[in-house]
């Protein structure tokens, strides 16, 4: 970017966030501007002649046609260093912490923070020596961020040559010079722990891998039917009140990422502050330390500015980019999507730009694959082998819970994961409310050599057998719902007994229970063998002509339904104990039974 | 508010050049500021009010509050006042009734502002809201049992036509207690088109209860311009602010009804020719929305709090209204009132099932242990009964096991038991809970209650603690 003088033009024209400036000639497409006496933030949009049509991140109240605009020169970026974790941004990655001591509990107007502290001195250990040939994507040092994250100080993309200086390892902030590289034409570049990124520009990398490892979830009916995979893309689409943003913390909590970006887009206010509130108390089950210290929060809720609202997706994934370019893996949960694309709509049509589908702009599509086409695993840049990837999660908000409006069919055509969120199930509080029919996962071929590699050889057979009787269920309901319950015969009835077992025992979670929340993969896979197991075992009683009510009367039928909450660690020990009551008590009915037949 | 308005004069104009819908278009004006507050004086001398919607270099759209009718483009002057919208006040409002601009009705003498405050406020930063996790005891068992409230939620009431929706919001607002606490508090209550003998119910509730001198009241009324119902609910909760942040007070607002307020945005942008969204609302209907509702809450370092109250009819049941749908989606849960339960007689017919509150298992956490597992059970006990009640629609009663007789027995049982109580009638949560157990007791065999840990049975099962009343 050459910085030449700041283009000054004024405005011409307001109306809501988009205001027409004139006398802008020399501006680029997407560079920042000052907006007016208040020194607002915007973005161009659109270029014409010597008009700029900007969107504003701010509040326009007050703007009268003749106020100075300037141009930055820079276009809408990041920053990345060290510092960013943690924090809790607005959709232009202003600091709200930040903003909230300088202007009190309401975000005053024309602000502006550095999102990065700019002294804070961070422990820097240099991994290049001078006279090294490095490229971009290298790693030249190492900072210990948090007590999670070792922060990875790269070479910035685009820049290569021979080390001529890199710091001794100490304490330094991050606008200091770390390393000064010069490159084969003789140039110096020098290099500071921070480093910008215009968000609407993907950071580059060096190849797209094929996915092949799960996103474990520790949810249930997730990882074991509708799994995604590190560097996948997942939608989940639900009217309200079905729980999409407690799935989406569920997963910011539990996810096996290395990272977490979390964008509240557009959504209540007390959601963020739950976020807040809560993670710095969860602790990471591995090392103890608090979620907090892996996750950064976008907020920008519904009652901001909605134009920033646009930007904040852009901010979240540029984000989760630089820290998958360290080689971790992330993932990016977006809530809503759904307000995302309103905030396009409301822009486009202050454009008055040709409306689509429902007033959305036609290239609501063409912006949705953009976005999810940032997720991936890739070969991060580098002369070292690094493999780093971005999981997209976005949950979709249909108007009227009504899955053929456009942003959910758009979504659809992009994303491999859709979990289908169901009013009649959250309606019944049935949690996650993710409808088994309806969803889908087209990971799963992938998956399965994981699965059998890693959770057990017969996890397909299982989870296709569980499949098999829930889509058996739906079809005994149909008659069911004709007939009555009595007209179907005694296997039936023992069938939909445990599908009922498989829908409340195993799929039913209880997100804020604290041995429930997550559930490791071992736990699934015996929760699941015992009620299939039990499904064998009363079909065998049936043959036997033991009455099903009495098989329902068995004890260990508690046991079974207590078993989620049995904590991990004696989960084996209590599978093993279930399995041996249900012999035994089958046993003893089959016993009374034989008694009970020469008698007659 | 804004440093570069303050310097601006008052400016006149006779330039009207077009007048559409609720819009003035007035040209040769090159200053005009965005939402800038305008007065428009007709030829007769009529005062109205306006907001700039649009400015531009030789014109700008003004909207109109009380309508474009009588309003000529040759002798209607048009001033731009050089301030934005805003609303003075002062605690000597309490006990007072407005306009749905914030202009004084009640024939008492004019407001002293302590302040004039922008009507449209400033977003909340979200890492100032503190969570909202004190349980108000609304003395309604299917509220407390079941979808609580707590102090800084907004929990709207969705309706129909011909309900008891302002019964019950009368009924909130005079009976909503934090147990153990005395704490300053007031009501504001914005009538917003609704008609003046509905208007005159609530302050005659207010009245008798003797809250009217903590009540402030903005009426826009079905007969008052339909423009001005875009500014009541901001007029109403920047009063609310005051009072709440910069007097300490906890602060009841309770609105209806929004879906009023949604119709006269979308005349507005009907008559801007906007491009529509849903049903000819426009796309922007949501953020609108949520700049009312999230003005909401609590926030740290300060006493005071909001919790919120609207009531949202849906036209003809239909929950997937826009104006309906887009607040469930804000909001931090729905009460639902059902005509079903009307027509059997029950008193607030509130349909527990698909009615929610987002922030029950935070509030419970300081209630009782059982609380929420009993609500729990409540639910799957409901909608058992309800899915067996269509079955048997279908199959006679014959046809069914004996559980299943259990439930459908609850299920009478718990509306008249439960749901239904009287309009005066105020029980606490221990009644409440009590209701709920006995239920239980009586038709739920032990061997079905899976949403109850053991211990909480043992705990608080009155068959456990040796009486039953």
């Not at chain 1, 758009?410 to 309806?438: E, M």
């Amino acid at each position: 970017m050459v910085m030449n003088m700041p283009v000054v033009g004024k405005i011409a024209r307001i109306a809501g966030p988009v205001v027409v400036a004139k006398g802008m000639r020399g501006s680029q497409m997407f560079e920042l501007v000052n907006v007016g006496d208040l020194n607002l933030i915007g973005e161009i949009i659109r270029l014409q002649e010597d008009l700029a049509t900007i969107q504003v991140y701010e509040e326009t109240s007050g703007l009268r046609p003749g106020e100075n605009v300037v141009g930055t020169g820079r276009l809408l970026s990041v920053e990345l260093g060290p510092g960013i974790l943690t924090q809790i941004y607005d959709g232009i990655q202003r600091p709200l912490e930040v903003i909230k001591s300088s202007s009190g509990a309401f975000i005053a107007r024309g602000l502006t923070a550095p999102a990065l502290p700019r002294e804070k001195k961070w422990n820097f250990k240099p991994k290049v020596k001078v006279g090294g040939k490095v490229v971009g994507g290298d790693i030249l040092g190492e900072v210990s961020e948090t007590a999670l994250i070792t922060h990875k100080v790269m070479v910035p993309p685009g820049v290569e040559g021979e080390v001529d200086y890199i710091a001794a390892e100490g304490e330094y902030n991050i606008e200091e010079v770390i390393a000064r590289i010069r490159d084969p034409t003789g140039a110096l570049h020098e290099v500071q722990m921070m480093q910008r990124w215009p968000v609407r520009k993907p950071r580059p990398y060096k190849t797209k891998l094929d996915p092949v490892q799960p996103l474990l979830t520790g949810q249930r009916i997730i990882d074991t039917f509708f799994p995604i995979v590190k560097g996948g893309t997942a939608a989940i689409p639900g009217g309200f009140g079905t729980g999409k943003t407690v799935t989406q913390h569920q997963l910011a909590q539990w996810a096996d990422a290395k990272v977490i970006v979390y964008i509240g887009c557009g959504e209540r206010g007390n959601e963020m502050t739950e976020m807040l509130e809560r993670f710095p108390e969860l602790r990471d089950p591995k090392s103890g330390r608090p979620l907090m210290e892996r996750t950064i929060m976008i907020a920008n809720t519904s009652n901001m500015p909605v134009a920033a609202r646009e930007a904040s997706v852009y901010t979240g994934v540029t984000i989760a980019e630089y820290f998958r370019d360290m080689g971790y893996d992330v993932a990016l949960m977006a809530d809503s999507t759904s307000r995302w694309a309103e905030a396009l709509r409301e822009i486009s049509g202050r454009l008055e730009e040709m409306p689509g589908e429902e007033g959305y702009p036609p290239y609501l599509g063409a912006r949705l694959a953009e976005f999810y086409e940032r997720a991936g695993r890739v070969v991060t840049l580098g002369s070292e082998e690094r493999i780093g990837s971005v999981s997209i999660i976005g949950a979709v908000s249909p108007p009227g819970g009504d899955f053929s409006e456009p942003v959910v069919q758009s979504t659809l055509r992009i994303v491999k994961v859709f979990w289908a969120l169901d009013t009649a199930l959250a309606y019944r509080r049935h949690f996650p409310a993710i409808n088994w029919l309806t969803s889908y996962s087209l990971y799963l071929e992938t998956l399965e050599d994981w699965f059998k590699k890693n959770v057990a050889p017969d996890w397909s057979e299982l989870r296709r057998e569980a499949m098999a009787l829930l889509q058996k269920e739906s079809e005994l309901l149909e008659i069911v719902r004709l007939v009555g319950p009595d007209a179907l015969p005694e296997a039936d009835r023992a069938t939909l007994e445990v599908t009922r077992m498989i829908r409340e025992d195993y799929l039913m979670q209880h997100a804020y229970h604290p041995v429930d929340s997550y559930c490791s993969t071992e736990k699934m896979y015996l929760m699941l063998k015992t009620i299939l197991y039990f499904n064998q075992k009363v079909k065998e009683a049936i043959a036997k002509g033991i009455p099903l009510v009495e098989i329902l009367r068995l004890p260990v039928r508690e046991d079974i339904a207590r078993m989620k909450l049995v904590p991990y660690e004696k989960i084996r020990e209590a599978a093993e104990e279930i399995k041996r009551k249900l012999d035994e008590q089958l046993e003893s009915l089959l016993k009374g039974r034989e008694v009970a037949v020469p008698a007659r | 508010m804004s440093a570069s308005m303050s310097a601006l004069k008052a400016r006149k104009y006779r330039t009207i050049s077009e007048i559409s819908g609720p819009l003035l278009i007035v040209k040769s004006v090159n200053d005009a500021a965005y939402n800038e507050l305008v007065k428009v004086e007709t030829g007769s001398g009529e005062i109205r009010t306006g907001v700039v919607l649009e400015s531009a270099e030789g014109y700008s759209v003004v909207q109109v509050f009380e309508g474009t009718s009588g309003l000529d483009v040759d002798t209607t002057g048009v001033t731009f006042l050089g301030e934005t919208l805003k609303v003075p006040v002062s605690r000597d409002m309490l006990g007072r009734i407005f306009d749905g601009k914030g202009q004084p009705i009640d024939g008492g003498p004019a407001i002293l502002p302590e302040e004039e405050l922008d009507v449209y406020g400033a977003p909340i930063n979200p890492s100032a809201r503190e969570y909202p996790r004190e349980f108000i005891q609304t003395g309604i068992s299917v509220i407390d049992g079941m979808n609580t409230l707590s102090r800084g939620q907004k929990l709207p009431i969705f309706t129909e036509a011909g309900l008891p929706h302002n019964l019950l919001a009368a009924q909130i607002a005079r009976q909503a207690t934090i147990p153990g606490k005395e704490e300053e508090f007031a009501i504001v209550f914005a009538a917003i088109g609704i008609t003046a003998e509905e208007a005159m119910f609530f302050k005659n509730e207010f009245t008798r209860t003797g809250a009217i001198e903590r009540l402030v009241t903005f009426l826009n009324l079905a007969e008052n311009p339909a423009i001005e119902r875009v500014v009541t609910p901001h007029v109403a909760l920047t009063t609310a602010e005051f009072l709440a942040y910069e007097n300490d007070m906890h602060v009841l607002v309770i609105m209806t009804d929004m879906l009023n307020y949604g119709e006269a945005l979308r005349e507005i942008s009907a008559a801007r020719a906007e491009v529509p969204g849903r049903r000819g609302y426009p796309g922007y209907l949501y953020t609108s929305l949520a700049q009312i509702y999230e003005r909401c809450g609590r926030i740290h370092s300060n006493k005071g709090s909001i919790t919120f109250i609207p009531v949202v009819t849906m036209p003809g049941g239909d929950i997937t209204h826009p104006v309906v749908d887009l607040s469930g989606y804000i909001t931090e849960g729905q009460l639902i009132l059902t005509r079903e339960l009307h027509r059997k007689g029950i008193y607030p017919p509130l349909n527990p099932l698909p009615s929610l509150s987002r922030l029950m298992k935070e509030a419970t956490r300081y209630t009782r242990k059982d609380h929420m597992q009993l609500s729990d059970m409540m639910y799957y006990c409901y909608s058992e009964a309800q899915d067996l009640r269509s079955l048997v629609a279908v199959v006679g009663e014959e046809a069914l096991t004996e559980r299943d007789r259990a439930y459908l027995s609850f299920g009478e049982a718990f509306e008249r038991r439960f749901i239904n109580q009287g309009i005066y009638e105020n029980r606490d949560l221990d009644t409440t809970l009590e209701i709920a157990w006995n239920l239980l007791i009586e038709y739920i065999p032990e061997s079905e209650w899976k949403r109850l840990d053991p211990d909480v049975i043992k705990g608080y099962c009155p068959k456990y603690r040796g009486k039953k009343p």
